[in-house]
């Protein structure tokens, strides 16, 4: 699996778009971008997930560069709800097999009212 | 639907002693996983089982078993606790390409 690289920590002021970045350089073709957050301790929530097409759900927006080396999770008007650290990985699709990842230490966003 | 289920959600033991986390998913996954997250380390691969009847080894095996019983259930045993294992442990599950469902969580002390 692809590692990747995210800032340690950012702010953002409540209301506004949180722009999370990940750096995913070593991505190989059949490997896609999720994106999780953690809340204070619980266990991690899937966000949202693309291959190369940006995608949109009721949480987040993802935005993969055309080379798809890098990636954006917008979360459009963040909450303080929203502090949380959000984790970006990559991993492969393989039908009926396992996928074996390690989460890095993510970053930490902290939404300032 | 539950989706992962963890017990017991917190823990203490002394070193040496043993014990089992359970960890049971209704959502029909093939895989499933264990984690242990530390502070300022992420979240660390321990084992995980591909499929019913496989397991293999993640990052940091060392001091753990675990066993695949079924579809439903992915257990992790202690079979003698040591201070360093005091953590948070997640279980885990995936089909496919969609991604992983994770339980709440144990919270393990070793005194």
């Known amino acids: 699996d692809a590692k990747t690289t995210q800032p340690t920590s950012m702010d953002c002021a409540e209301g506004r778009a949180a722009n999370l970045p990940c750096n995913h350089s070593t991505i190989s073709g059949n490997e896609y971008v999720y994106w999780y957050r953690q809340i204070h301790s619980q266990g991690p929530q899937y966000i949202i997930h693309?291959?190369?097409n940006n995608e949109t759900n009721e949480m987040a927006s993802l935005i993969i560069t055309e080379d798809r080396k890098s990636s954006t999770l917008i979360l459009p008007h963040a909450t303080l709800r929203d502090t949380a650290v959000y984790y970006c990985i990559v991993r492969a699709s393989n039908s009926g097999g396992y996928q074996k990842v390690t989460f890095g230490i993510g970053t930490k966003l902290q939404v300032i009212p | 639907n539950a989706g992962v289920t963890q017990t017991p959600k917190f823990q203490v033991l002394k070193t040496g002693q043993s014990m089992t986390l359970q960890c049971a998913q209704d959502m029909n996954h093939n895989s499933m996983y264990w984690y242990r997250q530390d502070p300022g380390m992420g979240l660390r691969l321990i084992y995980y089982?591909?499929?019913?009847?496989?397991?293999d080894k993640g990052e940091v095996p060392n001091g753990y078993n675990v066993s695949r019983l079924n579809k439903r259930e992915f257990s992790l045993r202690l079979e003698s606790a040591a201070p360093s294992q005091t953590s948070v442990y997640f279980c885990?599950?995936?089909?496919?390409?969609?991604?992983?469902?994770f339980g709440s969580g144990t919270r393990l002390t070793v005194v």
């Open positions: 885990a599950s995936s089909k496919d390409r969609y991604g992983y469902t």
């Open positions: 089982s591909a499929s019913e009847g496989t397991t």
């Open positions: 693309g291959l190369k």
